[in-house]
């Protein structure tokens, strides 16, 4: 991040997610990255988990995986990544319980000519299946943008499905600005706050029902 960027404040509202982040994970922590676009939030992330941790890196697009490997291999953070073409939904075949936190950062490839972009049912897919990976006090950090082609029905069935959730079980915030419109990005961190004894996963259960 050059000098710039950095001195932007709260109109950066990456800077909001990752000085969070950036407190709480710890050598050896394993994340994921389940939008790894052009690989900054992979970077950020590999660098957070140090030489010990692991980032699960998710995208459908070939060109995305290039671009982050490429900036991986730059950086040399390569070892700690785990590059994988799929989609988020999916994420359960890939990776094991006890995750640190995730990162959904929504929307589609930047400089790729938005033709394909994250999507409604599979985002609320990948965040339930994400709920069930999170450890205790684990954070699931999501940007959402909303001036793109179905973005407005992506934020509306997230809001739906999260403002569900049990409060004993997550904490779910939202950062929003309230003077730049109605089509302005805004973020949401949800908190795992107590892991529920017994849990047995599965797609089907929805984590917000003992609410
Ligand atoms: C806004 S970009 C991510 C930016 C990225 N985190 C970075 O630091 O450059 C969104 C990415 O989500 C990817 N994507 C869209 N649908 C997806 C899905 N179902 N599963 C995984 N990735 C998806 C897109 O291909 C795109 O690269």
């Not at 989609?87 to 400089?111: M, Q, T």
């Not at 915030?173 to 107590?194: A, C, D, H, V």
Request: charged fraction near 25%.
């Amino acid at each position: 991040m050059n000098k710039r960027q950095s001195d932007r404040g709260i109109q950066d509202i990456q800077a909001i997610a990752r000085s969070y982040l950036k407190k709480i994970l710890k050598p050896g922590d394993i994340v994921i990255d389940a939008t790894a676009g052009r690989g900054r939030d992979t970077v950020f992330l590999a660098e957070c988990v140090g030489e010990s941790g692991k980032v699960f890196a998710f995208d459908i697009q070939e060109e995305a995986l290039l671009s982050t490997k490429e900036l991986i291999e730059k950086q040399g953070l390569a070892e700690r990544v785990v590059l994988i073409a799929a989609c988020h939904s999916e994420i359960r075949k890939y990776v094991a319980d006890g995750l640190a936190a995730a990162v959904f950062n929504l929307g589609y490839l930047p400089g790729s000519g938005k033709k394909l972009t994250t999507k409604a049912d599979t985002t609320v897919k990948a965040v339930v299946e994400t709920l069930y990976l999170i450890r205790e006090n684990g954070i699931i950090f999501i940007t959402v943008y909303r001036g793109h082609s179905g973005s407005r029905e992506e934020s509306e069935a997230l809001l739906s499905f999260l403002s569900e959730l049990s409060k004993k079980e997550f904490s779910v915030f939202q950062g929003i600005y309230l003077n730049q419109g109605e089509t302005s990005p805004y973020w949401i961190m949800i908190q795992k706050n107590r892991r529920i004894i017994n849990e047995s996963p599965s797609a089907e259960k929805n984590p917000g029902t003992d609410k």
